[in-house]
Antibody, heavy 118, light 113 residues
Framework: EVQLVESGGGLVQPGGSLRLSCAAS????????MHWVRQAPGKGLVWVSR????????SYADSVKGRFTISRDNAKNTLYLQMNSLRAEDTAVYYC???????????WGQGTLVTVSS | DIVMTQSPDSLAVSLGERATINCKSS????????????LAWYQQKPGQPPKLLIY???TRESGVPDRFSGSGSGTDFTLTISSLQAEDVAVYYC?????????FGPGTKVDIK
């Protein structure tokens, strides 16, 4: 059974940093691209970032480019999102998601809440 | 960026009746070389992550009840719930993955009338 379990969320002050993790199991993690998608409270879904299977290629939404860094450790079956220079508008539930044969998402974690507030 | 819009914002349907949700993309998401529409639909219930229902505009995900169907091509798409059940109360999102910048629609809330 595929499982994606996010962790690392919490309350952080504006300008602060946080690192999210997503532990994957039940599939060959090292073979798949992975994504982060976020959802502000009461709002819709917004794609954040993707990384290819070996970590050599990444892309980001304009809203996080230069502040967030996606990475992965295939030996640990874990996906990361390093978030720096956090802003109030980054407040959201962050989901890791694995794609099907293209960039639609067939598996999602339960999400981890990041709150940016003073 | 490809902008996705959905209509209506919300709808209330009687149990057993049909629910229809529309999704429109600001540019075509049909890739002519393979004749595939890069469009997915998700269901999200409160406090839960989204659940994939439909991909390639009309392919039902494994385990999804056949009362859910997707149709459309190019820029106009529809998700139909043929006979609404109580467990279908949720927000439904469309998503395009034609562009490397994937984008979602704003969501349509479905309730029981």
């Amino acid at each position: 059974e595929v499982q994606l379990v996010e962790s690392g969320g919490g309350l952080v002050q504006p300008g602060g940093s946080l690192r999210l993790s997503c532990a994957a199991s039940g599939f060959t993690f090292s073979s798949y691209w992975m994504h982060w998608v976020r959802q502000a409270p009461g709002k819709g879904l917004v794609w954040v970032s993707r990384i290819n299977s070996d970590g050599s290629s990444t892309s980001y939404a304009d809203s996080v480019k230069g502040r967030f860094t996606i990475s992965r450790d295939n030996a640990k079956n874990t996906l990361y999102l390093q978030m720096n220079s956090l802003r109030a508008e980054d407040t959201a539930v962050y989901y890791c998601a694995s794609p099907g044969d293209w960039d639609y998402f067939d598996y999602w974690g339960q999400g981890t809440l990041v709150t940016v507030s003073s | 960026d490809i902008v996705m819009t959905q209509s209506p914002d919300s709808l209330a349907v009687s149990l057993g009746e049909r629910a229809t949700i529309n999704c429109k993309s600001s540019q075509s998401v049909l890739y002519s070389s393979n004749n595939k529409n890069y469009l997915a639909w998700y269901q999200q219930k409160p406090g839960q992550p989204p659940k994939l229902l439909i991909y390639w505009a009309s392919t039902r995900e494994s385990g999804v009840p056949d009362r859910f169907s997707g149709s459309g091509s190019g820029t106009d798409f529809t998700l139909t719930i043929s006979s609404l059940q109580a467990e279908d109360v949720a927000v439904y999102y469309c998503q395009q993955y034609y562009s490397t910048l994937v984008t979602f629609g704003p969501g349509t809330k479905v309730d029981i009338k």
